[in-house]
Every structure is written in structure tokens, then in C-alpha cells.
């Protein structure tokens, strides 16, 4: 539920909101719903968010992989945020 909640701040919110996403990130012990704060922190505009997200691959599970790869996906195919490809 927490990390569904994340991804919604993502689509929701202003970039306003970056830094209290990155102390939620700070504070987060769950991998999944660090990779959905981290992608919505990348949503709205934290480019380095996105390499924090990839760096949680280095002690991911198949479950967390398969999750952070859905997330990467979404990413791509949001018509409002392009740039994915060039970061």
C-alpha cells in the first residue's frame, strides 16, 4: 500500500515536494517503496533519483528487479516526462 501511495505522490505532486520525498527516502527501510519514492522523486525533475533507483539493483531481489524494471517501464511511457532516455 505504501509503495502504491508513492507512486500516486508521483503523479500528483510538485516538484515542491522533492525534498520531503528525499527525507521519506532517507527514513524508508522497504527497497520497494524506496524505488517508488525514487521514481517519483525522478517524475518530478530529481534527475540523480534515477541513479539512486538503479543503484538499488546492486542487492535487489527477482521480486525488487522485477518491480524497479515495471517502474522503469512506466517511466518511459509517461507522455510528460521525455527525458528518461538522455539520463
Do not use: C, W
Request: no cysteine.
Amino acid at each position: 500500500m505504501r509503495a502504491f501511495a508513492a507512486n500516486s505522490i508521483g503523479l500528483l505532486a510538485t516538484e515542491q515536494l522533492l525534498p520531503k520525498l528525499a527525507e521519506y527516502v532517507r527514513a524508508e527501510h522497504s527497497l520497494s517503496v524506496k524505488a517508488e519514492l525514487l521514481a517519483a522523486m525522478y517524475y518530478q525533475g530529481a534527475i540523480g533519483a534515477i541513479n539512486q533507483l538503479l543503484s538499488l539493483l546492486d542487492n535487489a531481489d527477482e521480486s525488487l528487479a522485477i518491480n524497479i524494471l515495471n517502474i522503469l517501464t512506466d517511466l518511459t511511457e509517461r507522455e510528460l516526462r521525455s527525458g528518461l532516455a538522455a539520463d
